[in-house]
Each structure stands twice: as structure tokens, then as C-alpha cells.
């Protein structure tokens, strides 16, 4: 989607070096989500933040951190990354204006990120 | 603890053949149930969602059904094409809960 942009696409890095992966959103939306995705299995959250001022552990925070920038960007960091934290990153964000119970989010392209 | 569940792993069917994929789901309080596509290397999109009072709904060729007793929900695909070729993800919210739960989904390849 791209209303949903993530920064870089793909990075290759060693084991130890912080990264920072970015995520922008021109939806105007106020709710935004860190997931990783590993072969055969499904999105796991890793952190969330339903406004500039609020962030939430998910259920695979560990190794992990975040900031919320502004209302449109939220990026998220390894302090040290490791080689299980190989996977694919997916950004989301979601309207709390709407029906928000439906909750449909949006999915930016992915970020591959490959630790050595 | 809320899960749900897909089935098959993976499906390989012909062009222009239909198919029909499950979901179960074992989160509560249920508020509603997305169907999500998501092609290779993209991130998914919703293709359906289902409330408690809906039990079918479709989009295109795309049959979404709910039974909220069994909770169970399935997606039907109609006169496949090599374009539905794609990880179709099961993901359901539960009541005042604005986070998802979502399954591992079930890889579908179609072969002209």
C-alpha cells in the first residue's frame, strides 16, 4: 500500500549492530503496529501505539524498541540484533475515527531484514 | 489464550478450479473475523470481514462464511486465477480489543 512506506526494504547486518527500521503513513491515521512475519508463521506484534504519546508492548517485545515520532511515523529498533531476529518486518496502521472495533489495517511492504 | 487456527497448510489446484479454505478460531469475546491476501513479498489486505450477525459475504469471487457457534469461518474461491495465487490469512478481533489475532495462513498456488 502505498500510503504505508517502510525504510529500508531490505538490510542485511551482523549480529551485534543497532538498526533502525522506519515507518511512514499518509493516512492520517492515528493508530500504528510493529509486526515480524517468519516463514510458516503468522504475524506476530511486536509493539503498538494507538497515539503519538502511547506505546504498547506486543506479544514479542523482547530485543525489540520503539518510537512514535509524530502521528505519521513510528520506527522501530534492535539495539543488538541477533540471528533469530532474521524475519520479515511489516508496519500497520488503522483509523480509530471509523468503526474502530472493525479495525481493518493497513500493511506497509515489508521490510527484509537479514542478520549475519 | 485467543488462537486461530487454518487449514490446509497449503493448496495446489488448477485454473479455473474452486476452492474452499477453513478457519477456527477460539477467541472471546468475538467481535468480528478478516480474510486477508497477501502476495509474495507484500504486505496483506483485507479482502472480507464478517461481524456476529453476518454468515456470508462476498467480494467478487471471494465467499466468506461465518458460523459464530462453531466459530468457524471459511473463504470460498470461485473459478480460480493464477492472480489468487497468494497467503490467505484468517484474522479475528475480539470484543474491546483493538489488537488482532492471526492465524498462519494457508498458501494457495494456482497452476494455468
Known amino acids: 500500500d502505498a500510503d504505508v512506506t517502510q525504510t529500508p526494504r531490505n538490510r542485511i547486518t551482523k549480529t551485534g549492530k543497532r538498526i533502525m527500521l522506519e515507518c511512514s503513513q499518509t493516512?492520517?491515521?492515528?493508530?500504528m503496529y510493529w509486526y515480524r512475519q517468519d516463514p510458516g508463521l503468522g504475524l506476530q506484534l511486536i509493539y503498538y501505539s494507538f497515539d503519538v504519546k502511547d506505546i504498547n508492548k506486543g506479544e514479542i517485545s523482547d530485543g525489540y524498541s520503539v518510537s512514535r515520532q509524530a502521528q505519521a511515523k513510528f520506527s522501530l529498533s534492535l539495539e543488538s540484533a541477533i540471528p533469530n531476529q532474521t524475519a520479515l518486518y511489516f508496519c500497520?496502521?488503522?483509523?480509530?475515527?471509523?468503526?474502530?472495533?472493525?479495525?481493518?489495517?493497513?500493511f506497509g511492504p515489508g521490510t527484509r531484514l537479514t542478520v549475519l | 489464550k485467543n488462537q486461530v487456527e487454518q487449514s490446509p497448510q497449503s493448496l495446489i489446484i488448477l485454473e479455473g478450479k474452486n476452492c474452499t479454505l477453513q478457519c477456527n478460531y477460539t477467541v472471546s469475546p468475538f467481535s468480528n473475523l478478516r480474510w486477508y491476501k497477501q502476495d509474495t513479498g507484500r504486505g496483506p489486505v483485507s479482502l472480507t470481514i464478517?461481524?456476529?450477525?453476518?454468515n456470508t459475504k462476498s467480494n467478487g469471487r471471494y465467499t466468506a462464511t461465518l458460523d459464530a457457534d462453531t466459530k468457524q469461518s471459511s473463504l470460498h474461491i470461485t473459478a480460480s486465477q493464477l492472480s489468487d495465487s497468494a497467503s490467505y490469512i484468517c484474522?479475528?478481533?475480539?470484543?474491546?480489543?483493538?489488537?488482532?489475532?492471526f492465524g498462519r495462513g494457508t498458501s494457495l498456488i494456482v497452476h494455468p
Open positions: 500497520a496502521t488503522s483509523d480509530s475515527s471509523s468503526d474502530s472495533e472493525w479495525n481493518e489495517q493497513f
Open positions: 493516512k492520517g491515521h492515528d493508530r
Open positions: 484474522v479475528v478481533t475480539s470484543g474491546g480489543s483493538y489488537i488482532p489475532t
Open positions: 464478517m461481524t456476529f450477525s453476518e
